[in-house]
C-alpha cells in the first residue's frame, strides 16, 4: 500500500486537470482540439485525470477563436504559449524544422512535455531533441509522427519489445497511396489525384514531401531508430518517390500478378542496416498490397512474433488527433514517474543505442522489374538475358508485349530474383548500350515480403 502522502499527491493531482497549449490549430491542431472535447470525460477516465488545451497559437487568431470556441486563450505569437508557467505540456501541430524547432527546444528547456507529430522534426533532429529532453527529464511523444492513427510507435516500441525486429515494410504516406489507388482505379491523372489529397487535408503543406518520397522516408528513419536501436539518421536514407512512376508500369506489374505500392522498408542485415523509400512491386496476394486510398499499413517482423500487420488512416485531422491525444494521456499517466522508469524516447536506453551503419543503396539485396523497349528483331532477348547472366541476376518472370500494328518495336518486362543493386546497375548499362534497346530501362524494385 502506498503511503498516506503519495495518496495525497496523487488525490491532489486527479483533481487538477493537466494544463496544454497547442501550438498550430490547423488540420491536426483542429482534429484534436474537437476530439478532446468530444470525448473529454472518457479520456479523463482514462488518464484519471482531466487534460484540458487552455492556450492555443496560431497565426491566424480570427480562425483560432472560431475553432475553439471561446473554450481558451488564443495568441498569435507560440511563445507566449511555451514561456506560460501553468502549461505542463506543448503539442507542436505547425509542421517544418524552423520555428517548430525553435519552440520544441524552448518548450524542453522551460521543463514541458512535448507531444508532437511533426516527423519532418524528429527524423532530422530527433538525436538534438531528445537528449535535451533526456536532460530535462521531460519527454518528448511523437504516435502521430508516423502512420497517422495507427499505434505503430507504441506497438515497436512496447508491444514488440521482446523481439529481435528483423524488417518492416510499411505504406507510411496517404497521399501517394491515394494517387497510386486513384490512377489503378478511377483513372484520374496524377495532378487531379493530388490535388484531391490536398484537398482532404492529406498533404504535407509542401506536397513535393509526399510525393518525392521524402515524407515516407522521415517516418521510416523514425521506425528504424526504434526497431534497431541506432540514431535517427535521414540523411543516409535512400528516397524515391511516384513522379517517375508510369501507367504502363502499374498495368504490366498488374498483370504479372503484383501490385506497385510506395513502401518504406528498412532491414537488418549482416553487413548493416537498410533504409529505404521507392515505388515496389508486391505480389498482388499479400495483405498489404490491397491497401487503398490513403490508408497506411506497416508490417513487422519479430524474431519470436512473426509478421504483423498494422493498418488504419494515415492521414487527416480525426485519425492523427486519435495519436495526438493517445501521447497526451500516455504523458499525463508518467508525467509524475521517476524520469529513469519512463519508456525510453526511441525505445531502447540511451546509453544502449549502437551506430550500425545504414548501407548504401548499392548494397542492398532485392528482386528487381526491368521494362525495355526494344526492336522486335531476333537475338534481343538472348543479348539481354546473356548480360543479366554474366552479372549473375537471375530471371524469375518474363513477359513480351507483340508489337503494336504497324510497330517495329516492342516491351519486354522481367522480374528478376533477388540480387544486389550494384549487379543490377552494371546490367542496365550494357543492356541500354544495346543498338536494339531504344532509351533507358525502368527498373522498379519488387519485394516478396514473405
Ligand atoms: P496545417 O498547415 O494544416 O496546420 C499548421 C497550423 O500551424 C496552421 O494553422 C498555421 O497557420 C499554423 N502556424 C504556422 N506557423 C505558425 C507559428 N509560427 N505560430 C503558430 N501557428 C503557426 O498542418 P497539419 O495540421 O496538416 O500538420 C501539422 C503537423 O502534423 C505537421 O508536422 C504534419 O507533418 C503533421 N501531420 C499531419 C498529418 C495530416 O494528416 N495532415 C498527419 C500526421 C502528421 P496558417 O495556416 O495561418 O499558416
Ligand atoms: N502527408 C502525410 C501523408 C500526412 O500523406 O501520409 C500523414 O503523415
Same mark, same amino acid.
Given at each position: 500500500?502506498?503511503?498516506?502522502?503519495?495518496?495525497?499527491?496523487?488525490?491532489?493531482?486527479?483533481?487538477?486537470?493537466?494544463?496544454?497549449?497547442?501550438?498550430?490549430?490547423?488540420?491536426?491542431?483542429?482534429?484534436?482540439?474537437?476530439?478532446?472535447?468530444?470525448?473529454?470525460?472518457?479520456?479523463?477516465?482514462?488518464?484519471?485525470?482531466?487534460?484540458?488545451?487552455?492556450?492555443?497559437?496560431?497565426?491566424?487568431?480570427?480562425?483560432?477563436?472560431?475553432?475553439?470556441?471561446?473554450?481558451?486563450?488564443?495568441?498569435?505569437?507560440?511563445?507566449?504559449?511555451?514561456?506560460?508557467?501553468? #502549461?505542463?505540456?506543448?503539442?507542436?501541430?505547425? !509542421? @517544418?524544422?524552423? +520555428?517548430? *524547432?525553435? &519552440?520544441?527546444?524552448?518548450?524542453? $528547456? %522551460?521543463?514541458?512535455?512535448?507531444?508532437?507529430?511533426?516527423?519532418?522534426?524528429?527524423?532530422?533532429?530527433?538525436?538534438?531533441?531528445?537528449?535535451?529532453?533526456?536532460?530535462?527529464?521531460?519527454? #518528448?511523444?511523437?504516435?502521430?509522427?508516423?502512420? !497517422? @492513427?495507427?499505434? +505503430?510507435? *507504441?506497438? &515497436?516500441?512496447?508491444?514488440?519489445? $521482446? %523481439?529481435?525486429?528483423?524488417?518492416?515494410?510499411?505504406?507510411?504516406?496517404?497521399?501517394?497511396?491515394?494517387?497510386?489507388?486513384?490512377?489503378?482505379?478511377?483513372?484520374?491523372?496524377?495532378?487531379?489525384?493530388?490535388?484531391?489529397?490536398?484537398?482532404? !487535408?492529406?498533404?504535407?503543406?509542401?506536397?513535393?514531401?509526399?510525393?518525392?518520397?521524402?515524407?515516407?522516408?522521415?517516418?521510416?528513419?523514425?521506425?528504424?531508430?526504434?526497431?534497431?536501436?541506432?540514431?535517427?539518421?535521414?540523411?543516409?536514407?535512400?528516397?524515391?518517390?511516384?513522379?517517375?512512376?508510369?501507367?504502363?508500369?502499374?498495368?504490366?506489374?498488374?498483370?504479372?500478378?503484383?501490385?506497385?505500392?510506395?513502401?518504406?522498408?528498412?532491414?537488418?542485415?549482416?553487413?548493416?542496416?537498410?533504409?529505404?523509400?521507392?515505388?515496389?512491386?508486391?505480389?498482388?496476394?499479400?495483405?498489404?498490397?490491397?491497401?487503398?486510398?490513403?490508408?497506411?499499413?506497416?508490417?513487422?517482423?519479430?524474431?519470436?512474433?512473426?509478421?504483423?500487420?498494422?493498418?488504419?488512416?494515415?492521414?487527416?485531422?480525426?485519425?492523427?488527433?486519435?495519436?495526438?491525444?493517445?501521447?497526451?494521456?500516455?504523458?499525463?499517466?508518467?508525467?509524475?514517474?521517476?524520469?529513469?522508469?519512463?519508456?525510453?524516447?526511441?525505445?531502447?536506453?540511451?546509453?544502449?543505442?549502437?551506430?550500425?551503419?545504414?548501407?548504401?543503396?548499392?548494397?542492398?539485396?532485392?528482386?528487381?522489374?526491368?521494362?525495355?523497349?526494344?526492336?522486335?528483331?531476333?537475338?534481343?532477348?538472348?543479348?539481354?538475358?546473356?548480360?543479366?547472366?554474366?552479372?549473375?541476376?537471375?530471371?524469375?518472370?518474363?513477359?513480351?508485349?507483340?508489337?503494336?500494328?504497324?510497330?517495329?518495336?516492342?516491351?519486354?518486362?522481367?522480374?528478376?530474383?533477388?540480387?544486389?543493386?550494384?549487379?543490377?546497375?552494371?546490367?542496365?548499362?550494357?543492356?541500354?548500350?544495346?543498338?536494339?534497346?531504344?532509351?533507358?530501362?525502368?527498373?522498379?524494385?519488387?519485394?516478396?515480403?514473405?
Amino acid at each position: 500500500m502506498a503511503p498516506a502522502s503519495a495518496h495525497a499527491f496523487r488525490n491532489d493531482k486527479m483533481m487538477k486537470p493537466i494544463k496544454v497549449g497547442l501550438l498550430g490549430i490547423g488540420t491536426v491542431g483542429a482534429g484534436t482540439f474537437e476530439v478532446l472535447r468530444r470525448n473529454q470525460e472518457e479520456i479523463r477516465r482514462r488518464a484519471g485525470r482531466g487534460i484540458e488545451i487552455v492556450m492555443v497559437a496560431d497565426l491566424n487568431v480570427e480562425r483560432a477563436r472560431e475553432l475553439t470556441h471561446g473554450q481558451c486563450e488564443v495568441v498569435a505569437d507560440a511563445n507566449l504559449v511555451v514561456d506560460h508557467p501553468d #502549461i505542463d505540456i506543448v503539442i507542436e501541430l505547425i !509542421g @517544418g524544422y524552423g +520555428i517548430a *524547432k525553435t &519552440l520544441v527546444m524552448k518548450a524542453i $528547456a %522551460n521543463g514541458k512535455h512535448v507531444v508532437t507529430a511533426n516527423k519532418a522534426l524528429l527524423a532530422l533532429h530527433g538525436n538534438e531533441l531528445f537528449k535535451a529532453a533526456q536532460d530535462r527529464g521531460v519527454m #518528448i511523444a511523437f504516435e502521430a509522427a508516423v502512420a !497517422g @492513427g495507427i499505434p +505503430i510507435i *507504441k506497438a &515497436l516500441r512496447e508491444g514488440l519489445t $521482446a %523481439n529481435r525486429i528483423q524488417w518492416i515494410a510499411g505504406i507510411i504516406n496517404g497521399t501517394t497511396n491515394f494517387i497510386l489507388s486513384e490512377m489503378r482505379d478511377k483513372g484520374i491523372d496524377f495532378d487531379t489525384a493530388l490535388k484531391d489529397a490536398q484537398r482532404l !487535408g492529406y498533404a504535407e503543406a509542401d506536397p513535393t514531401f509526399d510525393i518525392e518520397g521524402i515524407d515516407a522516408a522521415h517516418k521510416a528513419t523514425i521506425m528504424a531508430a526504434i526497431a534497431f536501436g541506432i540514431p535517427v539518421q535521414f540523411e543516409r536514407a535512400y528516397v524515391e518517390g511516384i513522379t517517375q512512376l508510369q501507367a504502363t508500369d502499374l498495368r504490366y506489374a498488374e498483370q504479372l500478378g503484383y501490385r506497385i505500392k510506395l513502401l518504406g522498408i528498412t532491414r537488418r542485415t549482416p553487413k548493416g542496416i537498410e533504409l529505404r523509400v521507392h515505388p515496389t512491386l508486391i505480389p498482388s496476394s499479400r495483405l498489404i498490397a490491397n491497401v487503398e486510398g490513403a490508408m497506411n499499413a506497416v508490417l513487422v517482423q519479430g524474431d519470436a512474433v512473426g509478421a504483423t500487420l498494422y493498418y488504419g488512416k494515415g492521414a487527416g485531422a480525426e485519425p492523427t488527433a486519435s495519436a495526438v491525444i493517445a501521447d497526451l494521456v500516455d504523458i499525463t499517466r508518467l508525467a509524475t514517474a521517476d524520469p529513469e522508469h519512463r519508456v525510453p524516447h526511441l525505445a531502447f536506453q540511451p546509453d544502449a543505442m549502437i551506430d550500425t551503419p545504414i548501407l548504401p543503396m548499392s548494397e542492398v539485396t532485392t528482386g528487381y522489374y526491368l521494362r525495355m523497349h526494344v526492336a522486335d528483331k531476333l537475338g534481343v532477348l538472348a543479348d539481354v538475358t546473356r548480360i543479366l547472366a554474366d552479372s549473375t541476376i537471375s530471371i524469375d518472370a518474363m513477359l513480351q508485349k507483340e508489337p503494336a500494328e504497324g510497330e517495329q518495336q516492342t516491351d519486354i518486362i522481367m522480374l528478376t530474383h533477388q540480387t544486389q543493386e550494384k549487379n543490377v546497375d552494371a546490367a542496365i548499362a550494357r543492356i541500354e548500350a544495346l543498338p536494339t534497346v531504344v532509351g533507358k530501362v525502368t527498373r522498379i524494385r519488387l519485394e516478396e515480403l514473405s
